[in-house]
């Protein structure tokens, strides 16, 4: 029930949004999100609300330590 | 949980369906065709062996992207036909219509089931309609049976699945279920997902020809999905089977659909695809066939047979792990076909 | 880049894999990890990730199925309110399978109750809006993910003036039962993975009094299966060097303060409130209850039903599961009386409950 899904923001008005994975787009209430989204963001989506936004630097550090491991590994 | 009510997940295709079937309507209407439990029943006569299959088809909604009832209504019976290797000879088509129905939307499902049976080459033979008063039926419900004609020799069974053989599928899994859902829930599509309703014959015909020896087991993976479908063929034939989750042909919106709404592509219904179970030597040539045909493009070879067991379902997932596939009890998606 | 296949990965699950190996390797007793969240709990399932781990690390599922803690005596009430003449039961899909003590939801559509289904709570708004004669009752189940979506429907609806929309709430609220069941001796919880989502809107911080105060290490997690994975090299890390804090492995969605916007919305329409978890009691301040302002839109409130006294199956295990106490297969009732066809108990019927992740895929 807590199922939430990444999507990408396409179309906005600041009151609701448009957000689309793999093709399907679905539409979204803003009035849990604070802070402004623009065309391109990725948000998470639940149950037709957008209740985070995706911060793009920790993710790519996120995987960039996930990525070390990997290379730790191997070198061992 | 009140016994005495039909609930919806009685006609998924799931446990609660085999349950119904074991429990109630088997020894009701026990007969030994029927308690075969394959897709038709084999009839043996002094000139030959007949096929003989019966379906019903509710789908709701009657038009989706990729087709309509109509189509379903041939296709799957022909398709049933064809996984015990029967030359689909002749439809019966029984019409059940709600007061107040379209009649050019009738018309329109009635122009899909001829072309549907003209592409199969079959003979829509006899048919009967009825009309019922406004609410008592929803809109359109529709039963179609077919004979077919069974070659001599051929051995074709859920139950003939053995250690060692491989297993093929045509190409994407869930693309009905999911196409059907998205028309319903009204969802929103960048490239509409189609139904991949399509007749199978002429496709199981030509693997036959090839390889009648080697091919053990075909079977449609229609409701329930290929989970469902595989896990039967694990019980009836005493195996164990273990896919692999990376080998599964998924277009991206199927699975978009499915994150989405929760659900699991192996258990999504199929209505143009088919389950090949062969020895593993004619494996390629199998998977070489399968692709050189228009419905076999995207075929590939999911899983295998690995020991004898008690119809045990394994999936290596995607990112090496390993988890069991059961059966599902209800409804995932209910009418879809 | 899509920000989901990148962490589904086989190459850095394997490589996330083999560093909880090494980890583990020199710890001096094996160690028990409770994942909190239905989501984790699913996930962990679907992936297969428990056979990628060492035998030296253990996972335990624990409450966080917001259906599977519900007790038996609101799926009454809500029987009650779909038999109610006149009125549209709105819910999530999960509840519709959950058994009460004598019916269930599905049972009450197959006799002819108006039972819908719906996505999100607005759809359940525009259905109040849509028919105005009628009355729709929203079954408020969920945790502090799913309950600012409801407080924006109770708003949305006061604003639309709607005068036919109400919810019944049991929102739950996940960090005071963690203590709870980390107080809890006969369990012996190493360590949290905090929940997902949860934590976007409640924020790391929320969990500081368990690593801080109870000594219990906590990573928040993402819920694919890279992110399980690292979260659980960070709580087996955090083992090893005797260290027990609040980490937050999902960077890329959750924040120490969390999401400021969606609490406001919580404490504008709901209040503390004390809140039975089936299986463990009442537990004080763990639920949210719909604030005096908003008592138009309260089921309880503006339309009492009355239902018999509530009738837990014996047998059943639930409670002990929940806790983490007992395994699905401990259960006497699992795969037995108690099957997904025919649930005995709630953890069978959710979709995240541990007794129906355990059943279909089968550990």
Known sequence: MCLAVPMQVIITDGETLVAEIDGVKRPASLMMLGEPVTVGDYVLIHAGFAIGKLDEDEALETLALMRECLEKGRKE | MDKDLILLGHGSGGKLSHQLLEQLIIPTLSGTPLAGQNDAALLEHERGRLAFTTDSYVVDPVFFPGGNIGDLAINGTVNDLAMVGAQPLAISVGLILEEGFSRAELAEILAAMRRAADRAGVTIATGDTKVVPRGKADRIFINTSGIGLVPAGLQLGGANARVGD???????????????????????????????????????????????????????????????????????????????????????????????????????????????????????????????????????????????????????????????????????????? | MDYADEFRNREIVRGLAARIARLAASLEKPLTFMEVCGTHTMSIYQYGLRSLLPPEVKLISGPGCPVCVTPVGYVDRAVAYARRPGTILATFGDMLRVPGSFSSLMEERARGADVRIVYSTLDAVALAAKHPDRQVVFLGVGFETTAPTIAGSILTAAR???????????????????????????????????????????????????????????????????DILQGLAMLVAQKVECRSTVEIQYRRFVTREGNRQAQKLLAEVFTPTDSAWRGIGVIPESGLAIAEKYAAFDAEKTLPVTVEEPQEATGCLCGEVLKGKAAPCDCPLFGTACTPEEPVGACMVSSEGSCAAAYKYGE
């Not at chain 2, 599509?189 to 399509?198: G, K, Q, W």
């Open chain 2, 166 to 337: 491989k297993i093929l599928i045509n190409g994407t899994i869930g693309d009905h279920g999911i196409a059907v859902m998205s028309r319903r829930e009204g969802l929103e599509l960048e490239t509409e997902i189609h139904s991949d309703c399509a007749a199978l014959n002429g496709l199981t015909a030509d693997l036959l020809a090839a390889e009648v020896e080697l091919i053990h087991v075909l079977r449609d993976p229609t409701r329930g999905g290929i989970a469902t479908t595989l896990k039967e063929i694990a019980l009836q034939s005493r195996v164990s089977i273990t896919l692999d989750e990376a080998t599964l042909p998924l277009k991206a919106p199927v699975r978009g659909v499915c994150t989405l709404l929760g659900l699991d592509p192996l258990y999504v219904a199929n209505e143009g695809k088919v389950l090949v179970v062969v020895a593993a030597t004619a494996a390629e040539r199998v998977l070489e066939r399968l692709r050189r045909h228009p419905l076999g493009s995207d075929a590939a070879i999911i899983g295998e047979v690995t020991a004898d067991g008690n119809g045990r379902v394994e999936m290596e997932t995607m990112v090496g792990g390993l988890r069991a596939v059961e059966m599902l009890s209800g409804e995932q998606l209910p009418r879809i076909c």
């Open chain 3, 160 to 226: 639309q003036d709607l005068k036919n929309y109400f919810v019944v709430a049991a929102h739950k609220t996940i960090p005071v039962p963690m203590q709870v069941l980390s107080s809890d001796p006969d369990l012996g919880i190493d360590g949290y993975l905090c929940p997902a989502h949860v934590s976007t809107v409640i924020g790391g911080d929320a969990y500081r009094f368990l690593a801080e105060e109870h000594g219990v290490p906590c990573v928040v997690t993402g819920f694919e299966p890279a």
